[in-house]
C-alpha cells in the first residue's frame, strides 16, 4: 500500500473549529502546502449545570458536530488519504466522560463519525467560578506556574467541594481535545501532553509529573488525572473508519493552542513569532537546556509554557492590541455622532491609518493600557508630551500603534529576543495584516528582520508536528 501522503490538522477553539489538510511539498519555501481547510463556528455556549453566574461552559456535543460539520466539508479523496492526525484545541479547560460510554460511534448514514454520550459540559478557561478567596485556600503547587480560575485541576477542586456528586458520575476527564483523541483512538485512559497538563495547575514540567502527593492530603480525586505523553508522540491509532479516513490512522497526543500557533509559524528555531490580533502574544522558542526558576512569579510580565522536545517557550502576553485601535475608532464615531455626524466605523479606520501613513514620526507618546495587563491588572492608559503640533489624526494613529509596541516592548525587551538567539520576527495577526503603519513601527522597533505574511493557525500547526514527525520517521 502506498504511504498515506496527506495529515489532517484539528483545532477545537473557543468559538470555532477548524480542519486543515496538508502535504508535504520540498520544493516549497515552508516545506508543505494546504490543500483544504475549513472553519465551522462552535455555538456551543451552555447554561453552567452547577448554575454558577461566573460559569462559563460549553456543551460538548455542539463542539463534536461543529467538527463533524468541518469533515464533511473537505474533499473526500483526500481524506482517503490521511495518514496521521494531529490535534491542538483551547488549553486550561476541563470536561469530564465516563470511561467506554463517551461517545457512539454511528457507523449509518453517508459517513461514519461519533457523537457525545456520557460527558459532562466542558468548563473553559474563561471560567470565573474561583474566586481569589477560593484559590487562596488551595494548597501550593510544585510548580514554576501558578493556578488561576479555569484551570482545570482548580476546577475540580471547586467541584469536589460545592458538586461532588457530579464528579463521582465519570471516571476519566482531559481538556476537549484530549477527549477527542481518546474517542477517536478509543482509549480507556486518557493521554495528555505536558503542554495541557501545564495548563491545568499542578503539575511540574521538570519532573514531567502531576503534584500527586499536594493533591492526594487534599483530597484531590486523583484517578481522574490523565497520563502524560511527550507532544508530538502518537497517542494510538483510529479505532474506526472516520467520514473518508481510514482505520488504524495514527493519532497524535493532543497540543496546546498556543504551542500549535506558534509552530505553524515558526520556519526555523531561531523565529520568534509576534501575533497582533485583539491582544498580542510575542513568543520564543528558549535555548536547549533553559529551566524556568520553580516559583510562579504572577508579577513576571514573561511566562515559560512547555514546547516541543522538552524546550519551553517564552511568552510575553499583552492585552491590549488591535481591541485598542477598535476603542479608538469606536471613540471617534461616537464624538462624531455627539456632534451631528455619521460615519461608519471602516471609513474612521481606513482614513486614519491613511493619515500615519503620512505622518512618518511624532513626538506624543501613548501608552495604550486601557485593558490593564495581567502583571499589572490596575494600570491604564495615558497619554504625555502633548504639544499643539501634535494633534492630527495622523499624530495621534502613529503614537498609538507606536504604544502598542513600545508596551510589548516594556514586557520584553526586544534585545533580550538576541540573547536567546533569535535571528528573525514572524510577524501574523488580523491587526497587523491590515495595518501599515503597526508594521512600520513594529519594523522600527525591532533590531531584527521582520517578516510578513504568514498566519498563525493553530490547525495548521497540529498537522504540521504530525507530518514532520512522520517524514523524520521515514528519514530515519
Known amino acids: 500500500m502506498a504511504a498515506q501522503s496527506v495529515t489532517l490538522g484539528i483545532d477545537l477553539g473557543t468559538t470555532s473549529v477548524k480542519a486543515a489538510l496538508l502535504e508535504a511539498a520540498p520544493s516549497h519555501p515552508s516545506g508543505f502546502v494546504v490543500l483544504a481547510s475549513c472553519a465551522r463556528p462552535s455555538r456551543a455556549d451552555a447554561e453552567s449545570k452547577a448554575a454558577v453566574p461566573q460559569g462559563q461552559e460549553q456543551d460538548v456535543s455542539r463542539i463534536i458536530g461543529a ?6 466539508a473537505l474533499p473526500r479523496q483526500q481524506l482517503q488519504k490521511v495518514g496521521a492526525i494531529g490535534v491542538s484545541g483551547q488549553m486550561h479547560g476541563i470536561v469530564l466522560w465516563k470511561t467506554g460510554q463517551g461517545c457512539e460511534w454511528m ?5 461514519p463519525l461519533f457523537e457525545a454520550r456520557v460527558v459532562s459540559h466542558l468548563v473553559t478557561w474563561q471560567d470565573g467560578r474561583c474566586s481569589s478567596e477560593f484559590l487562596a485556600s488551595l494548597p501550593q503547587p510544585s510548580s514554576h506556574l501558578s493556578v488561576a480560575t479555569g484551570f482545570g485541576c482548580a476546577t475540580i477542586f471547586w467541584l469536589l467541594k460545592n458538586s461532588p456528586e ?21 482509549l480507556q485512559r486518557p493521554l495528555m501532553s505536558d503542554q495541557n497538563a501545564a495548563s491545568w495547575g499542578y503539575f511540574n514540567t521538570q519532573s514531567q509529573s502531576w503534584n500527586l502527593e499536594i493533591l492526594k492530603s487534599s483530597g484531590f480525586p486523583v484517578h481522574l488525572l490523565p497520563d502524560i505523553a511527550q507532544p508530538g508522540s502518537a497517542a494510538g491509532r483510529t479505532s474506526h473508519i472516520w467520514f473518508e479516513i481510514p482505520k488504524g490512522t495514527p493519532v497524535g497526543v493532543a497540543l496546546g493552542d498556543l504551542q500549535a500557533s506558534v509552530y505553524s509559524c515558526m520556519g526555523q528555531k531561531t523565529d520568534a513569532v509576534l501575533n497582533i490580533s485583539t491582544s498580542v502574544q510575542l513568543a520564543a522558542s528558549m535555548p536547549s537546556g533553559f529551566q524556568p526558576a520553580q516559583t510562579p512569579d504572577p508579577a513576571a510580565p514573561v511566562a515559560y509554557f512547555p514546547y516541543f522536545d522538552r524546550t519551553y517557550l517564552g511568552v510575553a502576553a499583552s492585552l491590549n492590541g488591535g481591541n485598542v485601535l477598535a476603542t479608538f475608532v469606536h471613540m471617534l464615531v461616537q464624538w462624531m455622532a455627539d456632534l451631528g455626524l455619521e460615519v461608519e466605523e471602516s471609513t474612521v479606520y481606513s482614513r486614519m ?3 500615519a501613513v503620512q505622518q512618518r514620526d511624532t513626538c506624543l507618546t501613548i501608552t495604550p493600557t486601557v485593558l490593564g495587563e495581567r502583571h499589572l491588572p490596575d494600570q491604564l492608559a495615558s497619554v504625555t508630551r502633548i504639544s499643539s503640533s501634535d494633534l492630527s489624526l495622523g499624530h495621534v494613529t502613529r503614537a498609538l500603534c507606536r504604544g502598542i509596541v513600545q508596551n510589548l516592548h516594556s514586557m520584553l525587551p526586544f534585545q533580550q529576543l538576541k540573547e536567546w538567539g533569535v535571528e528573525r520576527v514572524m510577524g501574523s495577526g488580523s491587526a497587523l495584516s491590515r495595518n501599515e503603519v503597526l508594521k512600520q513601527e513594529v ?3 525591532f533590531p531584527l528582520p521582520v517578516s510578513f505574511g504568514q498566519d498563525v493557525d493553530a490547525a495548521v500547526g497540529a498537522a504540521l508536528i504530525m507530518l514532520r514527525r512522520s517524514l523524520n520517521q521515514m528519514d530515519s
Open 353 to 355: 491609518i491613511q493619515a
Open 443 to 445: 519594523q522600527r522597533a
Open 67 to 72: 467538527l463533524n460539520e468541518c469533515l464533511a
Open 166 to 186: 457530579l464528579l463521582q458520575s465519570y471516571s476519566a476527564a482531559g481538556t476537549i481535545q484530549d477527549y477527542v483523541v481518546a474517542m477517536l483512538c478509543g
Open 107 to 111: 457507523e449509518e448514514g453517508a459517513a
